[in-house]
């Protein structure tokens, strides 16, 4: 490449394009409004004019065009904002007429080193404009970008560091969002759609976009012979390079349980949605009548965006605190991918497994899960039990000063007792239903759960660490041993309450 090569005249951009995701964008003026599949964007070209002349604005617009049709629109808008800031920079004194070598020099010294990536960003940008023959770039650019070593935007650290606001899940935080959804959805705290929502992200481990363009047809229903049924989904691969998001998709199976709850929710929709305007089987899997999605089959569908503020809503009601930092869990969809490939690893399961479970076209993305296998804690004594208790805030009932205060006070059945010790029961349930779950073990972490102030909680707790280390030693298997540690934070919040409580009385 030499710096004499011509450029051709800038031809005037078509009315609109079709972009590579499928969505049609206007390009008249300098806002172009798109909604695709990720989100709804806004690409200004405003942004620019104070900062660069009308023929490397001109430039720039038929560059974007082309990231458009050849990638996606989220890459294509990142791209925008990495330029933008170039500009702002470059053309901060006076108006940049041209984009030369001592501009982007200049802009690399204002970059720290894990800034670095913008500039590794745009020079895939500047080579696709010199390849255009567009005015407005100097080719010595992309010769001292070549020769410059840039930094690129690291990729897995937060699985990699097991970031409490970013990386994956631990077992324990996992654990109180299945039982904050459970309770949830049996309370109508959410409804089906949104209880099927996050039931997805965490058995499927989806890409939010993956979601958001499924349809009702994607989902299927199979009788065997044996009367079993069985539930499949054919989830949209959505992010395979150069192709449509409903190009290809990947049947994944539903259990049971999940798969009831999907059919119900399929069928709610086709009620609720009736009158949308779409063949019921077209349906979007979540509609959102406001959103005029231009990309192709995907009209109503709610947007990537949109599920992530969906999930982020259904979490403001789940209040599910994080044991690591004893606030809030901060929750974003990438988390329930990021978890359930470390799950995958941490039961030894292979790249090239972990890479299908993924849907990943190769293993060079996967290897950060093997890396970053979280260290269990393989021993947790009464001390250590007693210290974390109240951060993991895993105890979620009432505790009462005796049965009398039960709210089922006047009905034996309600006594919840150990299997050694049937005498001495350790609270009520408050509960009317039916439940199957194993007592006392599975009531330290239930909202109904009503301990009594006098209830043989220590004797439970010890019960329980001595169990936890008796299968650790058996199976030499922490995850194993770490399935009830949930319950230990739990049952040592009711002792550290009930020690609480008689404090008070003593004084």
């Known amino acids: 490449m030499n710096s004499h090569v011509s450029v051709k005249p800038l031809a005037d951009l078509p009315s609109s394009i079709r972009s590579r995701d499928g969505a049609e964008v206007c390009l008249d003026g300098d806002v172009w409004y798109v909604t695709g599949p990720s989100a709804a964007y806004q690409f200004s070209f405003r942004r620019l004019r104070e900062f660069a002349s009308d023929e490397l604005v001109a430039s720039a617009k038929a560059v974007i065009v082309h990231y458009m049709e050849r990638h996606s629109l989220a890459h294509a808008n990142n791209i925008m ?8 920079f470059a053309g901060k004194a006076v108006p940049l007429q041209k984009i030369t070598a001592p501009d982007v020099l200049s802009y690399r010294a204002t970059l720290a080193s894990n800034t670095e990536w913008y500039l590794g960003t745009l020079r895939g940008f500047f080579r696709s404009w010199v390849d255009l023959r567009l005015a407005g770039l100097d080719p010595e650019v992309i010769k001292v970008l070549d020769k410059v070593r840039l930094k690129g935007n690291r990729k897995g650290d937060a699985v990699r560091t097991a970031d409490p606001e970013k990386g994956p899940f631990t077992e324990m935080e996992l654990q ?40 009702i047809s994607d989902f299927s229903v199979t009788q065997a012979s044996s009367g079993e049924r069985a539930y499949l989904i054919q989830l949209p691969r959505a992010k395979q390079r150069g192709k ?15 798969g009831r709850l999907v059919e119900a929710h399929c069928e709610a929709t086709k009620r609720v949605w009736v009158n949308l305007g779409i063949p019921l089987d077209q349906l ?3 509609p959102n009548p406001e959103n005029v999605n231009t990309s192709e089959g995907l009209l109503h569908h709610s947007t990537a965006t949109d599920l992530n503020n969906r999930v982020q809503s259904v979490f403001d009601v ?32 292979s790249e090239l497994v972990i890479a299908e479970i993924l849907d990943h076209s190769d ?32 105890f979620v009932g009432l505790l009462i000063d005796g049965e009398d205060q039960a709210e089922r006070a006047d009905d034996p059945r309600s006594r919840i007792v150990t299997p050694g010790d049937l005498k001495h029961p350790v609270g009520s349930c408050g509960s009317y239903g039916f439940c199957g779950a194993m007592a006392p073990i599975a009531c330290y972490t239930c ?3 009503q301990p009594w102030l006098d209830g043989p909680h220590e004797q439970v707790l010890e019960q329980l660490l001595a169990d936890r280390q008796r299968i650790m030693v058996q199976t030499g298997d922490a995850t194993i041993a ?26």
């Open 81 to 88: 904002d990495r330029f933008v800031a170039f500009i702002r």
């Open 284 to 286: 979007p899997f979540w």
């Open 176 to 215: 109180a969002i299945v039982t904050a959804l459970n309770d949830a959805f049996a309370h109508d705290e959410i409804d089906i759609a949104d209880y099927v929502l996050v039931q997805l992200f965490l058995a499927l481990g989806a890409r939010a976009i993956q979601l958001a363009t499924l349809k």
């Open 447 to 449: 909202r109904n759960f």
């Open 363 to 394: 293993t060079q993305n996967v290897g950060v899960y093997v890396e970053a296998v979280p260290e269990i804690v393989e021993r947790i004594d009464r001390a250590m039990a007693m210290e974390l208790a109240p951060m993991a805030q895993a």
């Open 244 to 258: 449509e998001p409903r190009a290809e998709f990947k049947p994944r199976r539903l259990s049971g349980d999940l």
């Open 482 to 507: 770490a399935i009830n540690d949930r319950v230990i934070y739990a049952c040592a919040e009711v002792v550290r309450l009930c020690q609480e409580r008689m404090g008070e009385a003593a004084e």
């Open 318 to 349: 789940l209040k599910v605190v994080s044991e690591r930092t004893g606030f809030s869990l901060i929750v974003s969809t990438r988390r329930f991918r990021y978890t359930l490939g470390t799950r995958a690893a941490r039961e030894g399961l």
